[in-house]
């Protein structure tokens, strides 16, 4: 592509290299490993390195330019180019490479602490029900047209040598996922937008049509230092954004329409109808009534808005159910779906995978339901914060029977002071807490263990087993028939991370096997064997 056509939209510093707008460039690269000849270097500032200093080895590998915020080091001037915002520039140079993909599609962008999976899949299942072809980009899946996109071997990341699913991917897949989305005749593009995405303007190319907040809890502070930070990083997404659905529950998100005024918000509420918000923000002009818990079937309540009121039925569990309901039909109604076809596609959505998940069981041959031998009830979720973690917790509570089990770890790398806080909401929650491994990466996991031993106050029984296969087998097996063994952390990960990269792990596929262990087991002491 020609240099001028590519950086359409990105300011340069003088001086620009003389014939520099007619240059031909094949790609760009931000890891100098991947610089091929004639290709352009993007600098980028990480938390760790900068990209500056690979910049001479870029130039090595052929680079026909090297993009900055300053000069770097060993780069000849007729091959250095100077902008303001490495990070945005990007954006924006991925997006002209690949044809502006996502311009004339709906898009939708969810972001927020929790919920943010589940509310983009249940958007995609009401738009599709209502005639749209939707692409999604999620933590746990990105397809055009239900065809999934490659996100390359490091889910999505651009430099990272640590593979995992990214929440929300580098420009280069991001904007090459619009591209496979727009080929696939997809109207519709829905993704989740990440607070660290945001702050480093991966997506800034891009303005949504309609933008979701779901909440925003104590998360990434290792990355944003402060709430106030996170809060400002999550509410930049809106920047020209026309429209918004917000949760006006949460303790936060109520300050952004005043912060952007010429944003039109619906806020939704399930705390009560008519309520004002906190601080004497604007009513909620979407209220849930009448909720009523069916324990592990799911949650029912009557919507209720000057645009629809209808009955919902849901099967995922639990009160932030309510709400996840709520904003993603309110943001479907937003979009152009009928009433009838929001609730009817909500009340067929089983829930994202990983998210509240129970783990089941094939029927007893030849056996009913009363004859059937008795398991515990065990449920998998992706919570991995001190909040989510109590929301998950309560939710499971409120519906079970006897001894609840609780099974958790902390990832290494990521922030350390929300580690004993979450032993903490464990021990007070649950009836016994089984503490291991969830992806150490590369930091030592007896120091991960210290960290979360350090917020156990030993009220309650608990036991370390670091091997993450062997606590799951040890919760399910010692668990009694009436009992419930949750499952936080992994949720839809079919993989752990250690020091030495990524290995398969499927947790469901592990209880499962437990339960049916369980099962047998049951079966020969009825049967009177040994």
């Given at each position: 592509m020609k240099s001028g056509k590519l950086f359409e939209g990105i300011p340069l510093i003088p001086p620009v290299p003389e014939g520099f707008g007619k240059a031909d460039?094949?790609?760009?690269?931000?890891?100098?490993?991947?610089?091929?000849?004639?290709?352009?270097?993007?600098?980028?500032?990480?938390?760790?390195?900068?990209?500056?200093?690979?910049?001479?080895?870029a130039v090595k590998s052929g680079a026909a330019y090297v993009l900055g915020e300053h000069p770097a080091k060993g780069v000849p001037a007729e091959k250095m180019l100077l902008t303001p915002d490495t990070r945005r520039a990007e954006s924006v140079l991925w997006n002209n490479l690949t044809g502006h993909p996502a311009d004339g599609m709906l898009k939708i962008a969810v972001t927020g602490t929790a919920g943010k999976t589940t509310v983009t899949l249940l958007l995609s299942e009401i738009l599709r029900a209502a005639g749209r072809k939707t692409g999604v980009l999620t933590t746990i899946r990105c397809e055009a047209g239900g065809v999934p996109c490659d996100m390359g071997e490091n889910g999505g990341s651009s430099v990272s040598d640590i593979p995992g699913a990214m929440t929300t991917p580098d420009p280069e897949y991001f904007f090459g996922a619009a591209r496979a989305m727009r080929e696939a005749g997809c109207d519709t593009l829905l993704y989740e937008a990440s607070s660290q995405s945001l702050a480093l303007r991966k997506t800034a190319a891009v303005v949504p049509d309609i933008a979701v907040f779901t909440n925003l809890l104590p998360e990434h502070l290792d990355f944003h230092r402060t709430m106030e930070d996170?809060?400002?990083?999550?509410?930049?997404?809106?920047?020209?954004?026309?429209?918004?659905?917000?949760?006006?529950?949460?303790?936060?998100?109520?300050?952004?329409?005043?912060?952007?005024?010429?944003?039109?918000?619906?806020?939704?509420?399930?705390?009560?109808?008519?309520e004002r918000t906190r601080d004497g923000f604007p009513k909620s002009n979407v209220t849930a009534r009448r909720i009523r818990s069916l324990g592990p079937d799911g949650m029912e309540y009557l919507y209720f808005s000057g645009r629809a009121v209808f009955?919902?039925?849901?099967?995922?569990?639990?009160?932030?159910?309510?709400?996840?309901?709520?904003?993603?039909?309110?943001?479907?109604?937003?979009?152009?779906?009928d009433p009838a076809v929001v609730r009817d596609a909500v009340a067929g959505f089983r829930g994202a995978d990983g998210r509240m998940c129970r783990v089941k069981l094939p029927d007893s041959a030849g056996r009913s339901d009363r004859d059937r031998p008795r398991v515990p009830a065990v449920f998998i979720d992706y919570a991995h914060t001190p909040d989510a973690m109590e929301a998950a917790?309560?939710?499971?509570?409120?519906?079970?029977?006897?001894?609840?089990?609780?099974?958790?770890?902390?990832?290494?790398?990521?922030?350390?002071?929300?580690?004993?806080?979450?032993?903490?909401?464990?021990?007070?929650?649950a009836d016994e807490v089984v503490i291991t491994s969830d992806n150490p990466r590369g930091e030592d996991p007896d120091a991960i263990f210290r960290d979360i031993l350090s917020g156990v106050k030993g009220t309650k029984p608990f036991a370390v087993i670091p091997d993450r296969a062997r606590a799951v087998r040890y919760a399910v097996g010692s668990a009694p028939p009436d009992g419930t063994v949750l499952l936080l952390g992994k949720g839809h990960e079919k993989y752990e991370i250690t020091a030495e990269g990524r290995r398969p792990f499927d947790e469901e596929a592990i209880a499962a096997d437990a339960l049916l262990a369980y099962r047998n087991r049951t079966a020969d002491r009825e049967n009177g064997e040994t």
């Open positions: 460039i094949g790609t760009v690269a931000s890891d100098s490993r991947r610089t091929v000849p004639g290709s352009l270097f993007v600098c980028l500032k990480g938390t760790r390195r900068d990209g500056h200093e690979w910049a001479a080895d996170y809060f400002h990083a999550k509410a930049s997404l809106l920047d020209g954004v026309k429209r918004a659905v917000i949760n006006g529950d949460d303790r936060w998100l109520p300050k952004l329409p005043g912060m952007f005024p010429d944003t039109e918000f619906t806020v939704c509420s399930a705390a009560g109808a008519g009955r919902v039925r849901t099967e995922m569990p639990g009160r932030y159910s309510v709400t996840n309901t709520m904003l993603a039909s309110a943001a479907a109604l937003l979009a152009g779906a917790i309560s939710t499971v509570r409120d519906f079970s029977q006897g001894r609840l089990t609780v099974v958790f770890g902390c990832g290494g790398e990521r922030d350390r002071s929300k580690r004993p806080r979450m032993a903490e909401c464990a021990e007070r929650l």
